[in-house]
């Protein structure tokens, strides 16, 4: 079975610096798509970031990027040039039929 | 832009009763899902649904039922609810294909006396 993890409960970062957001997940497909959302405390869930399995090169929107690591099964999340709106609850997933979720990670962002 | 919609934002509901949880999407998606979300276990699936009138068990279905009557619409029943299904409930829903995002609804906060 499929499985997410995350390993860091609980995040800090100064404003303006980088973070990275650390995932890991267990598979035998070889087709599959990883995601990153984010949870605000609005807690409307916001997609931040989508990588297809089969693309070696990493996604990237604007001030966010993913280490994909295939081999490896690692999914990171960095976020350069942190903001105060950042700070959020992240999910890493997976899917291929349907979602897997990782148990997320409590990003506080300091001013 | 895409709409999910959960009929409700906090519910407190006693012991033994009957819960619905109401979910609406404005965007013809054929799947749509229900989710719990707890500390420390991430968002575990309940039930998910590939169409109308169609409905397969996700990770922790016991105790839980599903309805999809029509397809915007996707409804969680706890037949008789219990202090164990406290919790944070979140609907989504999306297009087919495994590469599609799921877009979420505002949550629903039960807590069960």
């Known amino acids: 079975a499929q499985t997410v993890t995350q390993s860091q409960p609980e995040m800090s970062v100064q404003e303006a610096e980088t973070v990275t957001l650390s995932c890991t997940y267990d598979?035998?497909?070889?087709?599959?798509?990883l995601f990153w959302y984010k949870q605000p405390p609005s807690r409307q869930m916001i997609l931040v970031i989508r990588?297809?399995?089969?693309?070696?090169q990493n996604a990237t929107e604007n001030r966010f990027s993913v280490n994909f690591q295939k081999a490896a099964k690692s999914f990171s999340l960095k976020i350069s040039d942190s903001q105060l709106g950042d700070a959020a609850m992240y999910f890493c997933?997976?899917?291929?039929?349907?979602?897997?979720f990782g148990q997320g990670t409590e990003l506080s962002v300091k001013p | 832009d895409v709409k999910v919609t959960q009929s409700s934002r906090y519910l407190v509901k006693r012991t033994g009763e009957k819960v619905f949880l109401e979910c609406v999407q404005d965007?013809?998606?054929?799947?749509m899902f229900w989710y719990r979300q707890d500390p420390g276990l991430g968002l575990r699936l309940i039930y998910f649904s590939y169409d109308v009138k169609m409905k397969e068990k996700g990770d922790i279905p016991e105790g839980y039922s599903v309805s999809r009557e029509k397809k915007e619409r996707f409804s969680l029943i706890l037949e008789s609810a219990s202090t164990n299904q406290t919790s944070m409930y979140l609907c989504?829903?999306?297009?087919?294909?495994?590469?599609?995002?799921?877009?979420f609804g505002a949550g629903t906060r039960l807590s069960v006396l």
């Open positions: 990588q297809e399995a089969y693309k070696q």
């Open positions: 598979t035998s497909e070889s087709d599959y798509y």
């Open positions: 997933a997976y899917r291929r039929l349907t979602f897997i």
């Open positions: 965007m013809d998606h054929e799947n």
């Open positions: 989504a829903s999306n297009h087919g294909v495994a590469k599609n995002i799921q877009y």
